[in-house]
């Protein structure tokens, strides 16, 4: 009587059903298709298809998604926390030396996922789920009651002045001279750095203009825009970067920038 009621109430407010046919496994292969692929850049949906594959069908994909609870998504997040890598995937016993886990003996090597990657198969649940809820397709996002700790960073305190200037007297006959300079002295991404073109430098302005990344998906090395619109920006280059950018001063056409278009 109590079900009955809770789907009387969910149709008078417009809601529909969920899907009983639908397994999770099932709406997360169309979250990825329809949703993910088409509207997300691709080394997002290369994230997301490679946690979804490792993780979440493994061990959600077989509950039906208009049936899965809170105390499901915190049993499977408590499972993957303890589960040695190694063990589940069988590493060891595709060594030719086995050195752990596939020894006649078995010792685990414990090796298990970070907090950081709990934490992001988590969120791409939640991501998947959240879309569910926008179709209309449940009525709750139960993934959202389901916590992990935050990861804690060490401060990394990059080079130190003499490291620096070390790295750049190394460099100076190094063909990629110009691009350690920049990199030392504007602090931009490795997909930025690779990204850039010698039509985004202006030297006669002293700017540097940052409107492309490199990525590496499946294998393949694409240009795509920044993330975000902040991400486009321009950037004015320090007297040492402009010198190094000069004709001059590049050994053997230093700084290609990755790209000569």
């Not at 059903?17 to 169309?30: G, H």
């Not at 298709?33 to 994909?61: A, F, M, N, S, W």
């Not at 996002?141 to 916590?147: G, I």
Request: with cysteine.
């Amino acid at each position: 009587m109590k079900k009955l009621t809770k789907l009387i109430a969910q149709a008078d407010q417009g809601i529909p059903v969920a899907s009983e046919s639908w397994t999770l496994a099932q709406f997360l292969s169309y979250w990825l298709t329809h949703i993910v692929q088409e509207e997300r850049r691709p080394k997002t949906y290369q994230g997301y298809e490679g946690v979804v594959r490792i993780h979440l069908i493994p061990g959600l994909g077989k509950k039906r998604l208009g049936k899965l609870t809170a105390q499901d998504v915190r049993v499977f997040i408590n499972r993957v926390r303890r589960e040695c890598q190694c063990c589940r995937h069988g590493w060891d016993a595709s060594r030719e030396r086995p050195t752990c886990c596939a020894l006649k003996t078995p010792k685990c090597c414990g090796s298990h996922l970070s907090t950081r990657m709990i934490q992001s198969i988590l969120a791409v649940l939640r991501n998947a789920l959240e879309r569910a809820v926008r179709e209309e397709i449940i009525p709750r996002n139960v993934s959202k009651l389901a916590t992990v700790s935050v990861p804690s960073y060490k401060v990394n305190r990059g080079l130190t002045t003499e490291q620096a200037r070390r790295v750049l007297r190394v460099s100076r006959e190094d063909r990629f001279h110009a691009l350690y300079v920049l990199a030392l002295c504007l602090g931009l991404r490795r997909g930025e750095l690779l990204g850039l073109r010698w039509k985004d430098v202006d030297l006669d302005a002293g700017t540097l203009e940052v409107v492309q990344t490199l990525q590496r998906v499946g294998g393949e090395l694409r240009f795509v825009r920044p993330k975000t619109e902040n991400s486009e920006r321009t950037i004015p280059l320090p007297e040492i970067s402009a010198e190094a950018g000069e004709p001059s001063a590049r050994p053997q056409a230093s700084v290609r920038c990755a790209s000569t278009t």
